[in-house]
């Protein structure tokens, strides 16, 4: 099992100590010290005071902060959490991840997601109710700048001419590409698409504020990971090399008073049977000594001991 975290800005206002240089460097070097696999950035360009309001958070720009932290690492992959793929131009997609790449030495995985946020949507300029279509037509142009020289696109959201982007990745054939969300296209387009699936908990209410589909229990989450699988063997591909990506609420939460790091381990190896191969461990940000500390105790008294 591998192990990854999100930059601790949980909420709004933030701990500005979360958002200085040293502050991104001193969790990113603590992370890889602890043994983590990974780290991560929230894409939110342009949330509402509304939504903010409503439990909300502020982000950092993922493939800045994405660039930064690579700069302090040697081998933390840097997994945004994750990139909402229809707010970009997929050729600027495809330049930011093949730099952030080349410049950490095939750390990156592209983790991509089709959003759910309508004023967002709005401020952005992007047409909500196109958003799917938009997302899998990236997909491919993101795939193929990565991969092709001179390329053409006629599709119906970008047309393109001659194309060649170079530098390319370090990572070959290209970056790895995660599709997050719950539903049965997230993970059709996995099996089209990418190498990693990322759903998340969703109990009903959060899946309907969230538009995807409830997911609640590991009996949810194996249901879903047995229709990816069929999935990826109706598509003659081999369901050991994907990757998903889940939660452990066994244990409780790292960093609180209660935390029971023998239940999580139990937790982590029965989300392990269900298909799991990483677990996003949410890290507190009410300060930067305390998400540095529960990073280490988690790493002395989790990772260490798998």
Not at 184 to 197: D, E, I, L, T
Not at 207 to 234: I, N, Y
Request: aromatic fraction near 8%; glycine fraction near 10%; charge should be negative.
């Amino acid at each position: 099992m591998r192990f990854a975290i999100t930059h601790p800005m949980h909420s709004h206002p933030y701990n500005p100590e979360m958002v200085t240089g040293s502050g991104i460097a001193q969790v990113a070097i603590a992370a890889e010290r602890a043994g983590f696999d990974g780290l991560g950035f929230t894409d939110h360009p342009a949330p509402t005071q509304r939504w903010l309001d409503a439990g909300g958070h502020d982000a950092l720009d993922p493939f800045v902060a994405m660039g930064f932290a690579a700069a302090h690492t040697t081998t933390l992959r840097l997994i945004p959490n994750i990139v909402v793929l229809p707010y970009r131009n997929p050729f600027i997609v495809a330049k930011a991840g093949a730099t952030l790449d080349l410049i950490s030495q095939g750390r990156f995985t592209l983790a991509v997601g089709v959003g759910y946020l309508k004023r967002e949507f709005a401020a952005l300029g992007v047409d909500f109710d196109d958003r799917a279509a938009l997302f899998e037509e990236s997909l491919h142009v993101i795939r193929d700048i990565w991969t092709t020289d001179d390329l053409t696109v006629e599709g119906t959201h970008f047309t393109a001419t001659g194309i060649t982007a170079h530098p390319r990745p370090v990572s070959r054939p290209h970056p790895p590409i995660w599709v997050g969300g719950n539903t049965a296209a997230a993970r059709s387009r996995v099996a089209k698409y990418a190498q990693g699936w990322c759903p998340f908990r969703a109990p009903a209410a959060l899946a309907q504020t969230a538009r995807t589909a409830a997911l609640e229990t590991t009996e949810h989450l194996k249901a879903g990971v047995e229709d990816l699988r069929r999935r990826l063997d109706d598509a003659g591909r081999d369901p050991g090399e994907i990757d998903v990506t889940f939660t452990n609420d066994a244990g409780g939460s790292p960093g609180a008073a209660g935390f029971n790091a023998d239940a999580f381990l139990a937790g982590a190896a029965e989300l392990e049977r269900a298909g799991v191969t990483w677990i996003q461990v949410t890290v507190p940000g009410d300060s930067l000594a305390h998400a540095v500390d529960t990073i280490h105790s988690f790493g002395r008294d989790v990772i260490a001991q798998q």
